[in-house]
């Protein structure tokens, strides 16, 4: 069992930064993989970023490549997203997820966050 709590949304104005973080119960947290995703009214979950648990293997979705960067630090069993670059199309509900499996896919996840609102103005 995981217990993910998010934290660090906002509102921040286009081309402004925020830093989420994903702090993780458990005493394995290096074993699992975080993901993050995000998601608006209407639309489905959006996949944003994954990091592997010990080796640290990063991916990214094509929306945020070279904005966003996804870290770790395995003795804090925490997950950061730092955010660069917002613009008003970030804009969402940002979800951490853990799953022992790294996947971009949101069905492979099987622990989520409860989810922090970014709000991004123009």
């Known amino acids: 069992q995981v217990l993910l709590v998010e934290s660090g949304g906002g509102l921040v104005q286009a081309g402004g930064s925020l830093r989420l973080s994903c702090a993780a119960s458990g005493r394995t947290f290096d074993n699992y993989n975080i993901g993050w995703f995000r998601q608006t009214p209407g639309k489905e979950r959006e996949f944003v970023a994954a990091i592997g648990g010990s080796v640290g293997f990063t991916f990214y979705g094509d929306s945020v490549k070279g904005r966003f960067t996804i870290s770790r630090d395995n003795a804090k069993n925490t997950v950061y997203l730092q955010m660069n670059s917002l613009k008003p199309e970030d804009t969402a509900v940002y979800y951490c997820?853990?799953?022992?499996?790294?996947?971009?896919?949101?069905?492979?996840?099987?622990?989520w966050g409860q989810g922090t609102q970014v709000t991004v103005s123009s």
């Open positions: 997820a853990a799953n022992t499996r790294l996947t971009t896919r949101d069905s492979e996840y099987n622990y």
